[in-house]
């Protein structure tokens, strides 16, 4: 079946460290995928999205993506993490009726 | 560019009564807006699907008498939770898509429908 992981629940880091949120899925083809954040109380934004092409997707507020076909993986990253990025993280990707699925969400909480 | 606006942000009801959830898309014409449902520390439960001037499509275990669903036109959804109850209680929250690319085209969300039930 067509599912999206997120591994880690919860990440902790510091402001102005570097950021890397895992995502792996199982799809038969290259799936659409997608990056959305959501601040507490929020709906989703989109931060990036990738459907073909460059491999490594540049999105918004600083936020980058790999995709990477031989792990199954489209982890985000961010270099210097502010204290505005305190959110939950979901990767998506739609299923073959074009249903997003969604990852269990990783929370992230940034220390000063 | 993709806007999705919601309204109310926030609605509490007695139980019994039936409360109304309009989701717009302000800049866009919608071909297809999806509704969840979040609970507490939950990711995306998907409702259902809903296509301008057609019917929606629920997703199992959702009960369409319940919540209604209305698509009237290319900006404008509207789910209905017709005699609310306390465990109907949750975070709302619409999505739409513009063009078709196979159906598999971006969703932007609105902000979300907070609905307490007494």
């Known amino acids: 079946a067509q599912s999206v992981t997120q591994p880690d629940i919860h990440i902790t880091v510091s402001e102005g460290a570097s950021l890397e949120l895992r995502c792996n899925y199982s799809y038969g083809a290259t799936p659409y995928l997608f990056w959305y954040v959501q601040s507490p109380g929020q709906g989703l934004q989109l931060l990036l999205k990738?459907?073909?092409?460059?491999?490594l997707v540049q999105g918004i507020k600083g936020f980058e993506a790999e995709f990477k076909r031989s792990q199954s993986s489209f982890n985000l990253r961010k270099p210097s993490v502010h204290w505005s990025d305190a959110a939950e993280y979901f990767c998506a990707a739609p299923d073959s009726w074009g249903k997003l699925q969604f990852g269990a969400g990783t929370q992230v909480v940034v220390t000063p | 560019g993709a806007v999705v606006s919601q309204h109310p942000s926030r609605v509490i009801c007695k139980s019994g009564t039936s409360v109304k959830i309009e989701c717009r898309s302000l800049d866009f014409q919608a071909t297809t807006m999806f509704w969840y449902r979040q609970f507490p520390k939950q990711s995306l439960m998907l409702m259902a699907t809903?296509?301008?001037?057609?019917?929606?499509?629920?997703e199992q275990g959702v009960e369409k008498d319940k919540f209604l669903i209305n698509h009237a036109s290319l900006t404008l959804s509207t789910l209905t939770v017709t005699s609310a109850h306390p465990e109907d209680s949750s975070f709302y929250i619409c999505s739409a898509t513009h063009g078709t690319i196979g159906g598999m085209d971006t969703q932007y969300f609105g902000p979300g429908t907070r609905l307490t039930v007494l």
């Open positions: 809903s296509n301008e001037g057609s019917k929606a499509t629920y």
């Open positions: 990738y459907f073909s092409g460059d491999t």
